[in-house]
C-alpha cells in the first residue's frame, strides 16, 4: 500500500481530456476495489480469493433440470414455436451424436491398443539383453498346477468344515 501511497496521480483536469477518458475509468474501478477490499478483507480469506467463482447463476431452473423448450405447438398452430422445437431438437441431436462411440469403433480402439502394446512390450530386453516376452516355461506352468490344485484343496476343506456345523433345532414348548 505504500507504493500507491507515494505514487504520483495525475490531476483532475488532464483525467477529463477526452483521450484521458480510458485512463480516468481505469483509476476509478481502481479506487473502488481498493475500498471493496480493505471494507471487506477480514470477510474474505486468501483461500476464497484463489478459488474464484464455484458457484453458477442460473435465472432458470429449465437447463439445470434438463427440461425441454417451454412453448409447444403442434399441427401448425403456431409456426414460430414449431421452428424454434426443431432447431432445439437438432441442436441435440448434433450433440448425441458426437458424444455416441458405436460399440464396433470402440472395439476395434481397443484392440488397436492391445496390438500397439504387445508391439511395444516385444522390443524390450531384459538386464541380459534377451527379449523379454510373454513368460511360458516349464516351471511357470508346474507352479500354475501347484496353485490350482492347493486352491481346489482349499476349497474342498472349506465346505466340508461348513458341513460338520450343525443346524440348530428350535427348543420344544413342552
Do not use: W
Not at 474474505?44 to 439445470?64: H, K, L, N, Q
Amino acid at each position: 500500500m505504500d507504493r500507491r501511497v507515494s505514487k504520483k496521480k495525475l490531476s483532475k483536469h488532464l483525467l477529463e481530456m477526452k483521450f484521458m477518458k480510458r485512463t480516468k475509468e481505469k483509476k476509478e474501478l481502481q479506487d473502488e476495489e481498493e475500498i471493496r477490499s480493505q471494507m471487506f478483507d477480514a470477510e474474505v480469506t486468501p483461500a476464497m480469493r484463489v478459488e474464484g467463482d464455484r458457484f453458477m447463476i442460473e435465472s432458470s431452473y429449465g437447463p439445470i433440470e434438463n427440461l425441454k423448450f417451454g412453448r409447444l405447438s403442434f399441427k401448425g398452430m403456431n409456426p414460430e414455436i414449431e421452428t424454434i422445437m426443431l432447431e432445439d431438437a437438432a441442436r441435440d441431436e448434433n450433440t448425441k451424436q458426437e458424444m455416441e462411440v458405436s460399440d464396433q469403433e470402440m472395439a476395434d480402439r481397443y484392440a488397436n491398443l492391445v496390438g500397439t502394446m504387445q508391439k511395444k512390450f516385444a522390443t524390450k530386453r531384459d538386464a541380459e539383453g534377451k527379449r523379454a516376452g510373454p513368460v511360458s516355461s516349464p516351471s511357470t506352468s508346474k507352479l500354475i498346477a501347484q496353485t490350482s490344485s492347493f486352491l481346489a484343496q482349499v476349497r474342498k476343506e472349506s465346505d466340508q468344515s461348513q458341513a460338520k456345523k450343525p443346524n440348530f433345532q428350535k427348543p420344544s414348548e413342552d
